[in-house]
């Protein structure tokens, strides 16, 4: 299967958190085009916010992004491993329209926080 992203996903190598709608997620992924996250299921942070936009927090809740513009294009819920258990939701969200600054933030993300890219036999990619 081909793979026909536009841009690069980056594993993050810490905690990075979204926020969105006053409820938080933790970020799987991220890319100059979008990210993925996981929240638990019942709350808003896997919603389209096209008003306020999302938070991005890495490190010491330091805030690295902020009123970015998303549109959430595939959500799943992932379930526990027992009925009682809390669900979690997987989102895709892409990025609308970013701002100069705000495209440079998402690549200070990037740059201080993401793992080295991966191809499928294991070998490290280059940047």
Known sequence: MHD???YQRYLLDQKCFLTNAGSVGSIVDICMGGLSCMCPDENKCCMDSPEKGVGI???TAKLLAQNLPI???DSTVVPGKFDNELKFRKCHM?????EHSQKNHIKE???SYALPAI???????PN
């Open 109 to 111: 993300i990037i740059s």
């Open 71 to 73: 549109k959430v294009v």
């Open 119 to 125: 191809n499928e036999s294991g070998s490290i990619l």
């Open 94 to 98: 892409k990025f609308n329209q970013l």
């Open 57 to 59: 927090f890495c490190k």
């Open 4 to 6: 026909r992203r536009k």
